[in-house]
């Protein structure tokens, strides 16, 4: 019979990191008796601000409603140009990338 090359795939190891694993679950989750007196870090009064460019990158839209609107209108009137050479030069290109 062969030997394993480490003792990592050995069973009692396996045990032992579950058991571990387990328990650090367990202390993480018991709260300590230093912090028992403490804000629950959900309570904390930290407040987040936003810089000024931040704001103004947060409260533009990623795109023109107008535009998104007049090809809607376009597409429903059977008036949107459709180029299969430019569509075609695309798929190359994509494909060209994977």
Known sequence: ????????????HLEDL????AEDVQAKSAPSKEA????????TDDVVE???AAQK???????DQARVDAIKKAIAENGYPIDPRRIAE?????????
């Open 50 to 52: 936003l810089s000024a």
């Open 36 to 43: 028992a007196g403490a804000k629950p870090a959900a309570m």
């Open 1 to 12: 019979m062969a030997s394993p090359i480490s003792s990592f795939l050995r069973p009692t």
């Open 18 to 21: 579950r058991r571990k694993s």
């Open 90 to 98: 695309s798929f190359v290109a994509l494909e060209k990338m994977i």
């Open 57 to 63: 990158v947060t409260d533009e839209t990623g795109f």
